[in-house]
C-alpha cells in the first residue's frame, strides 16, 4: 500500500496520463463498473481511469477481480 500512495504522489507531481480516480471513487463505483465489465459495455468510458487504477492498485485490482469472480459465477 506503502507503494502505491507513492505512485499517486508521484503521478499528482509528474501529471497522470488520463483521469485520476482514487480508492475511494473506485470502491464507490466498483459494482457499477463490473456489471458493464461482464455485459462487454464500455465500463471505461462509464467511469474513466478506474481500469488505471484497478491495475495500479492492488488492493482495489483484488477487490475487482473477487467480485468479478462471485457475478460471473
Known amino acids: 500500500m506503502a507503494e502505491h500512495a507513492a505512485r499517486e504522489r ?3 507531481m509528474l501529471g497522470s496520463s488520463g ?14 463498473y463490473v456489471e458493464l465489465d461482464l ?10 481511469g478506474m ?5 495500479d492498485c492492488p488492493a482495489c485490482g483484488e477487490e475487482y ?3 468479478r ?3 460471473e459465477g
Open 10 to 12: 508521484l503521478e499528482k
Open 69 to 71: 469472480a462471485l457475478l
Open 19 to 32: 483521469p485520476d480516480i482514487g480508492c475511494e471513487a473506485c470502491f464507490e463505483e466498483l459494482d457499477r
Open 51 to 55: 481500469r488505471r487504477h484497478l491495475e
Open 65 to 67: 477481480e473477487s467480485l
Open 39 to 48: 455485459r462487454r459495455a464500455d465500463a471505461e468510458r462509464a467511469v474513466p
